[in-house]
C-alpha cells in the first residue's frame, strides 16, 4: 500500500538510497534537506532544519511514516534534533517513526552510540509508534578508515577488531520494505553477509586498488576497541545484506 513517507537525511550516505527505494516501491516520498533543492529532480523535497524546527511541521504535513537517517554526528545536536522531530510528528499525528541506529550502541563507549542510544529511549518514552532497527558499519564507513590512510606507505588495520559491514542499498530496502508493517518497537538488529577482521577487509581494499601497499595490524588501547574486540558490533545471526564488501568496492572505485 502507497504511503506518504518522509525520509530526513535524505541527502545523506543511507538517506538518498532509502529514497530511490522508496519511490521505487511506489511510496508518496518526501525528502528532508537543510538546502534548497530547486528545479526538476525527481523527488518532491522539503526543506527544514531539526535542529532549529524550521520547515518541520510543514515538512510532515500528511506523513503517515518518517524514515529517520539525518545525523550531525555530535551528542547534543541529534537529541535535540530528535525532539524536535518527534513533538511535530506527534502535532502531524504521523503513524510510525523509523529510526536506524547501530549495532552495540549499548556495549561500545563510543561517544556517538551514548547519543544515539539516547534518541533511541527518547523515541521509546515519546508515546509515538515508532520502529527502531540496530544495523552494522556501512561499506561507506570501513572504505573511509582505509581511504584517510591514502598518503601512508602502509596500511594500518586495528588488530583483533572484526566488522560485518553492510550495503546501504541493502539497508535501503529492508527499511523500506518495514514501512507496511507499521510500528514494531525495537526489531532485530541486522549486518552485512560475512564477519571480517579490519585487516582482511584491508587487504580487500588494497586489492580493489591493484595496490602493492601492505596491510599492519596494530593494538589499540583503550575502552572503545575493547569494546569491538568483544564482536558488540556484530550480527552473525542476522547477515541480512546480500552486497559485501568486495562487491561494494568494485562498483565504488
Ligand atoms: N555510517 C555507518 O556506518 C552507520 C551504521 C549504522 C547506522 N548508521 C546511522 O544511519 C544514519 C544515516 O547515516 P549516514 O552515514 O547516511 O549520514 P550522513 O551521510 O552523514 O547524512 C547526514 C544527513 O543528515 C542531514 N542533516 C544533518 N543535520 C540536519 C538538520 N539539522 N536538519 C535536517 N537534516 C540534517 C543531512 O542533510 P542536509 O545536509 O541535506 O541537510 C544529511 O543528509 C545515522 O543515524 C547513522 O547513525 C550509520
Known amino acids: 500500500m502507497a504511503r506518504e513517507v518522509l525520509i530526513t537525511g535524505a541527502t545523506g550516505t543511507l538517506g538518498h538510497r532509502v529514497v530511490c527505494e522508496a519511490t521505487d516501491a511506489g511510496h508518496k516520498v518526501r525528502a528532508l534537506s537543510r538546502k534548497p533543492h530547486v528545479g526538476y529532480t525527481g523527488v518532491h523535497w522539503a526543506q527544514g532544519d531539526l535542529l532549529s524546527g524550521e520547515g518541520i511541521d510543514d515538512a ?24 524536535n522531530l518527534f513533538s511535530a510528528a506527534r502535532r502531524a499525528k504521523t503513524d510510525n517513526i523509523i529510526y536506524v541506529s547501530i549495532v552495540g550502541i549499548d556495549r561500545i563507549p563510543l561517544p556517538y552510540y551514548k547519543t544515539k542510544l539516547r534518541v533511541e529511549e527518547a523515541l521509546e518514552a515519546s508515546g509515538l509508534g515508532h520502529t527502531i532497527i540496530r544495523v552494522t558499519q556501512f561499506h561507506d564507513l570501513i572504505e573511509m578508515t582505509f581511504k584517510m590512510q591514502r598518503f601512508s606507505p602502509v596500511l594500518s588495520a586495528v588488530k583483533g577488531v572484526r566488522f560485518q559491514p553492510i550495503d546501504t542499498r541493502d539497508v535501503a530496502t529492508h ?62 545471526a542476522n547477515p541480512i545484506g546480500k552486497i559485501g564488501f568486495a562487491q561494494y568496492l568494485t562498483r565504488s572505485t
Not at 61 to 73: F, M, P, R, W
Not at 183 to 212: E, N, Q, T, W
Open 60 to 83: 510532515l504535513e500528511g506523513i503517515d511514516t518518517v524514515i529517520h537517517c539525518a545525523t550531525q554526528g555530535t551528542r547534543d545536536k541529534d537529541v535535540a534534533s530528535a525532539h
Open 175 to 236: 527499511l523500506v520494505s518495514m514501512i507496511d508493517d507499521g510500528p514494531r518497537g525495537r526489531v532485530d538488529d541486522i549486518g552485512g553477509p560475512a564477519v571480517l577482521g579490519h585487516d582482511d577487509l584491508g587487504r580487500l581494499y588494497l586489492s580493489s586498488r591493484g595496490s602493492r601497499r601492505r596491510v599492519v595490524s596494530l593494538p589499540v588501547p583503550g575502552g572503545i576497541v575493547a569494546g569491538y574486540k568483544t564482536g558488540a558490533n556484530l550480527v552473525p
